[in-house]
């Protein structure tokens, strides 16, 4: 009755030919219930059992195969229920009870050509040893098969397992030729294609490409009407833009969208085309790929992805009206997107780096409003101030970076450029104290700040101005020891360093100091175009020295006056006065006067005009 039911493909005759095979069964079991054939009873009890299906009832299959295991008198009796308990672990996915099930006798199975009864436990073998990652042993099972069974009734899945086993240890010829072979009588079946794509997607996660551009393309050559044919192109796109061949991978993913536009891989490959091209520096043809994608598949996983990389493509290629609109659409498109804030930043930056502040300034605004719990706020703010900043309302914009230095939740790095700022615009006020508190705040709260020398230059300056001199010339001279640094050496302030330097020295009394600072400047840096600036502290140093070098202070304020920064500066007029009075303490009343009257007359600076015509008076 068994091999009756398994021969009807009525259900409703199957299940009446199954249920007079368990009344026979039942009734065995009441009426000989010590019988000697209770083993092969259990059997094909467990039989029935797996011919009724269903979980339940395989599972109990399992125990009436393990009672006839450990009753079964005889070696054969009990290779039959290992045998049926194998088959049955298979179906329930249990590959671990299929080989502890067949251990004892698969590898006694001989060599040879010769059929035995039980071949086909070498097929589940080779099955089972394929799942558990036993690739060597599920290989050698399905060859010892097909070996006895070239075309036996299991010979197909044999060719499977030897196929995928041999494409897993990366013996690419015996895969090919088992393959072919599963090709050559069942290339029509879906056993065919479904073997072919996990070789091909085993090929890929090992990272052998070029062998997986090839499989996938077997795929593909199945046909366009193939179940395959979408994953068959996909799997080759993705080969070719792994394999760095971003060209021909964005036009394979584009045959996916044409082929089979509705696809479920329809809309990823049309991101990884528009991905493609980006990877090829066709910035252009990727931000119109990524649109498209975006606008055909508007559902897909993939829409806000392509939106948003469409958006920032273009603002990047600088494309900024074509990027505003992108932003726009991105945002209206997708009204309950995670990161709204950060799409908002990325759009305002955008038109920041444009010049466009206003525009800039108002999407600022947008995100601290509509995202006020946002990680963006603070830069939003920090944004927002540098905008009053450039735009001088300095008053505003003081109060602005206070604000975001006081305030919690602020990463370190706005926090350290906002009191960076501070510094600047104290500087620039001219407000001497407030540098040296936000300077001060810097250097103690972030000691490795990138703006830790200039911040320094700025706490000497104001030390300088604020008369402590002695500070003045500690800061100075730190600053000064980084001329070999590139960075800071570089900077457009640092060559004033030694000008306040050369000054802290003027006014410590330190002449000598000062003197061989003005001459390491001038070693140092002999076009500097504040050099005109240090040669007048070092005309009036040499004036000052304990025996005066007259004619020394001279020279160095002539290039003061001559030089092309220097002339006509208020710089100017000072050295061109006190060349007057160098000649005037030597007692050389006609060339004081004259250079005094002369002052007078090429300057435009009312108090040393008054001074000098006061002193050609008293010559």
Known sequence: LLLSAATLTDRSARQKTLVEAQALVDRFARGFPKSQLATRHRLQAGRLKVARGGNANLKSAVTLFRAALAQGRTEKIRNRARYQLARVASQLGDDRLVLESLKPFLSSIDDSNRAGEFDDALVLGASSFLAAGQHKPAAAAASKYLKKHPKGTLAADALVVLAEASELQGQAAAADLALTRLANGFRDKPIYAQTLSRMAEASYKAKRYARAQRLFGNLVNLGPRSPFHAAGLSGRGWSLFESK??????????QVVKLHPRDELAAEAAYKSAESHEKAGASREAAQAYRVAARDYPRSSFAFLSARRAARLLSVDKQTSEADAAYAILLKQFPKAKDRDELLYEWAEMHADAGSFKKADSLFRQLIDKHPGSKRVASARFSLAESDLVAGRLAKAQNAFLQITRSKNVSNEIQQDALFR?????????????????????RTRFPKSRHLWEVRFQLGHAALQLRDHAVAKIELTAVLGQKSNKTVATAAWFDETWVLLAESHYQLKDYEAAADTVADFQRSRPRAKVLYKADEILGRSLMKKPRPDFSG??????????????????TAANSHLRTAETFLLQKNFREAKKQFLAVQILYNYPEIQAAALFQAAGC
């Open 245 to 254: 061949k971003y060209d021909e991978a964005a036009r394979i993913f584009q």
């Open 422 to 442: 501070l510094v600047g615009i104290a500087s620039e006020s001219k407000q001497w104290k407030q540098v040296r508190e936000h300077g001060t705040s810097l």
């Open 553 to 570: 202070a001279r020279s160095a304020f002539a290039r003061v006056i001559a030089s092309p920064q220097g002339r006509k500066t208020l």
